[in-house]
């Protein structure tokens, strides 16, 4: 087991390999629940990355909440300024060529294109209103069995412990010579912290929210082709990290990105996991028709983890994206890991906008020029192309019509 600093692009990329390395690449809902007692945990389980003994979460009520643990030591940390990587970040041959467009939005499907250039990945954008697909660009990829989640996993891990009662967004957990809090910990991607959760979660809690999310299980409603990403049930060994590695960057998780944008969507919506849909024909559209395949009680958290999104954006992993696009709030959250000399760059966000929101998943695959902050940076161009060609606009006003449409119906 090793502990690998890895720099790229002139970023500090912090990472652990054990079969996979994880890279945590930084850039420089109200919480109602209260816990009725204090609770104490005793880890004897150690990592070889780090060890935690004599935890101990005192909770008496949501705002003051504070999770303590008495040693935190890191062993055996190195520096490795080269990981080699024989996969290429940028595609050969025509990658969309396959792809079944008939029934996606033109627009929506070309601003993805154009975005990604010639990167080898996929984007997927779906309407967090009732789960349709908009686009799906590089089919092949967005349906394959998916990869390692990295630091995107982190999103479930979040919420499983704001719905637990174990922190709110504002409260401060001791790490190893600093205090975070969720909002910086998500905006910053911070391994320590979510590590720390998982620890004072569980494993089987931990798998719990994850599958009512919507890991582990397919994503789409009769979307052929599309293949099963993985949650284990059981932990990885103590000797690779345990729950604590799968909780900071998904180790030993499989994760598609249909199922990502499913669980993020129903973020967007306030808890509704919609099963996602692809029409394939024109007909399709129009015979569209949602389907949810379970509520999620997770609005009153959604403020909470919002918070740390927006800041992954504005001043985080993330800020890459506002270079190309500042017009509409967007919150995300970024991904980076490798395995097998492979990278794999996520990012995850949904839009705000008067006219409705998007989801949007980047999910890219390859060398050195893939990582999570570029994902964010290819998600900023497609919203740049979107709002250049006037979509968002276009959908205001076709949503008026609908409401004079509605209106006149009404009145008859």
Known sequence: MRLSCVFALGLAVIGTSVGAAALDVQHNVHHSKT??????????????????????????????????????????RHHYYGERFTASSFAKGDIFADDITAGEDPLVRQAAIDALGDMNGTAVVIDPSNGRILAM????????????????????????ALSEGLVTRDTPV???GFRMNMTDALAKSNNLYFEELGRELGFDRVRHYATQFGLGELAGYHIEGEQLGEYPREAIPASEGG?????????????????LGAFVAAIANGGTLYYLQHPTSTEDVLAFQPKVKRTLDIARYVPDLQDGMAGAVEYGTARRLRANFQELPVFGKTGTCSDKGTRFGWFVSYSEAPQGSLVTVFFLEGGRPTFGPRAAELTGEFYKNLWDRNYFAEKGTQAHAALQVISTTSTR
């Not at 104490?40 to 935690?52: D, I, L, Q, W, Y």
């Not at 998916?146 to 891990?157: F, N, Q």
């Not at 030993?252 to 990105?257: D, I, L």
């Open 137 to 160: 660009v590089n089919q092949k990829l967005a349906l394959s069995p998916g990869a390692e989640p990295c630091s995107t996993i982190k999103l479930s891990v979040a919420l499983a």
């Open 243 to 259: 729950v604590s590695r799968m909780c900071s960057f998904g180790q030993g998780v499989s994760m598609t990105p249909l199922q």
């Open 174 to 176: 001791q790490l190893a």
């Open 35 to 76: 816990a009725s007692k204090h609770l104490a945990v005793r880890h004897t389980t150690h990592s070889r990355t780090s060890t935690a003994a004599a935890h101990r979460v005192h909770t008496t009520s949501a705002s003051s909440a504070t999770l303590h643990h008495a040693v935190l030591t890191r062993s055996r």
